[in-house]
């Protein structure tokens, strides 16, 4: 990434801080940046710090901090570096609910003692030479290193779940891992989005992407020589249509906008299995049905420092099915979300 003047210039001599805040969910955002008088020197810095107790009490805990700078060197060239640091400890798992407690409305924490860990350290340097009016020569030298520690118990060998005041959940015991690969897939559609101003506050934004191709290429066997994955079977969680439709109306300094938003169905395994099955030694398989959610946002500016949003997610607080892996995902419920922004 060449860093340069213009695009920088929404950081330049401004700090500004974020935040939201909900009963299970809070993140601050700090951006800060300037300039030198003569413009030939930039930097800047954005940190984003979040912690949830989470759906499902699928809690996390996250740090994102990007520091970058650049300057002029003559008039012709651009030096610029980067530095990113994030971390992540989430309690999450491959582990969902099973079909009677999906269709009860559970909301309880599948995996409770599982942990994904991730840390990511990144450095990288760039310039820019304007060689002529007709050629730009950009270099890039870059650094990245992550580490990924993921912390998941297996199920007790012969007796893999159990029943808790008549729900069916998981027995844990040890620890579990596995591993795979897809190998080769085709993948072709089209995307289309448009968007139109009435010049009255209103307007209307839509797109969608349309994915009729999606599908494995070649057989794959088994390791005793049996058929695994014919040839053209639909890849897994890649739904033919996704659609979103934005409306927005802007009166003077509060802006609303409702979204409605689309996901086709899905093959959660390479079998393309329909029927949802539920299995205690392996992945759930099935058909995940398509969903719509809506989503309603406002924002008002108090003044040019302040701010203030909120939204509401899954305003019909639709009860769907996200994924299957070892148990049901169930789709985020319904949120409500506020938060201010200042700029200093």
Partial sequence: ??????????VVENVGMRGLSAADYKTLILEAGGQSPSGDAIGGLVFTAAR???FQDKGFEMQDLMLKGGMAIGDKQWIGAKFTHYESDANISYRGVF??????GASFNPAPDDWFLTE???FDINHEWAINADTTLNTLLYWSEMNRDYWRFGTVSGAPTRLVNGLTQWNYGNSDFQRTNGGKTLHQGLEAAIGYDFGNG??????ATWIPDAEFVGNRYKADGSLDIPDGNRVTYAPEWVANLILADRSGPLTTALSVNHVDEQFTDPANTVAIKEN???????QVDAYTTVDLTARYAINKQLGVFGAVKNLTDEHYIASLRQGIYVGPERSVEVGARYSF
């Fill in 280 to 286: 205690t030694s392996g992945f759930f398989t099935g």
């Fill in 202 to 207: 209103f307007s209307v934004d839509a797109n």
């Fill in 52 to 54: 949830s107790d989470g």
């Fill in 1 to 10: 990434m060449v860093i340069k003047p213009e695009e920088e210039s929404a």
């Fill in 99 to 104: 079909l009677d407690a999906y269709k009860a």
């Fill in 120 to 122: 990511r350290n990144s």
